[in-house]
């Protein structure tokens, strides 16, 4: 059974937070990493982010800052005092 521990949106003209929307039908590139340990790390950090930015140049997303804005999103979400064992999908829309 899955358990969703956080289900976030936000926007990337202003980065505020909207309601969750599945990401099912929609036009958009997305990555899923693996998230572990206490403090927490993030498998392959560097490669997944460098492969969503070349996606993002490849479907015409990408935005001036948006590297920027996934990190400071990526740092925001992730509590440093947890101990996780979970997948962390970081998905951009066109919308």
């Known amino acids: 059974m899955v358990k969703y521990l956080l289900k976030k ?12 929307k599945d990401l099912w039908n929609n036009n958009g590139v997305f ?14 950090f560097n490669s997944h982010i460098t492969n969503l930015i070349k996606s993002l140049k490849v479907f015409k997303i990408l935005k ?10 990526i740092k925001k979400n992730i509590d440093k ?3 996780y ?10 919308k």
Do not use: A, C
């Open 9 to 20: 949106s936000y926007l990337q003209k202003d980065l505020k937070e909207v309601p969750f």
């Open 31 to 44: 990555t899923t990493m693996w998230i572990y340990g206490n403090p927490p790390k993030i498998l392959f």
């Open 81 to 83: 005092k947890t101990k």
């Open 64 to 73: 001036k800052n948006t590297q920027k804005n996934i990190l400071n999103l």
């Open 85 to 94: 064992n979970h997948l962390f999908r970081v998905n951009l829309e066109k």
